[in-house]
């Protein structure tokens, strides 16, 4: 399934059935619940593994032969990341990502290793492996963060190549778009599918990545989570990872990621923390949670994994005990 067309097409298969959605009057009036979320499949844990957010079994299988052949789970998350890079029909991200309102396509990007070590890139134009950018940074600088055109300009001091990001189908898009220019700050939420991979390697070693071009047709400037560590992405060796898709303005307001290692750092499972995680931004007062997709998917120290979002139709890619499959996740909505 193309990952644009995710609300339209999605069906309940896979790792888990959500059977429904209530507004319980629990303790907390004000608290909203998903009906039992249940388990059809409980993911085994075992690694090697891969995970990425959404249908990109092309970057999984990547990254599982850069760790069958020994490389680290950082290898696979950078190689794997770079298949969706350089794939000019995911409209998303890298090459051929949709543009801001003035036409830039500018993307973000972070990884994080095993030491707990990160880099990203943010407003970065020009250049397509922003991933490979964001090692660069992490590897090879003493900062975190670059952005802008200090991020370009260090990416071709790197060998980076330019070019230009903008295909023709993303301009003719951008094009069909002007002819509104609709901005709303409530946005659809078929815009966001970062991808974001997790990898855990032969010795136990676990990386994360994740890369975008951020919302179609933004405000000039616009950063998305994606970039920000601990947000889009959180990596501790010690416990498991967490990497977000989906709107990431709301991904930030609760550290989504840090926060759903955090909470597996204090005993639940991948499942269970990504439903708190999603739990937090659907709870919040006066939250608008129907307007907008927020996924997240993480994995344990042992490979256990778990998936959750707010609609239906997100999915997560797993490639496990030689079994490259996508798998729909459970969601607090029903549609
Ligand atoms: N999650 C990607 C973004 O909001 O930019």
Redesign the pocket.
Known sequence: MKRRNFIKNASLTGVGLAVGNSLLSCDDKYKKTSEKTVSVDAPKGSFPLVIATWNVKNATAKAWEVIQNGGSALDAVEQGCMVEEADETGQ?VGKGGLPDRDGHVTL?ACIMDKYGNCGSVVFLENVVHAVSVARKVMEETPHVMLAGKGAEQFAYEKGFPKENLLTEASKKAWEEWKKTSEYKPIINIEN???IGMLAIDKNGDISGA?T????AY?MHG?????PIIGS?LFVDNEIGACV??????E?VKTVGSFLVVELMRQGKSPQEACEEAISRIVNKPNSNYKDFQ?GYIAVNKKGETGTYSIHQGFSMTKFQENSNENLQSTHFLTE
């Open positions: 998303s973000d966001h599918d970062t994740c975008t071009s951020g919302l933004k616009r950063v998305g989570d994606s889009g977000a898709t989906g709107l990431g303005e991904v927020v």
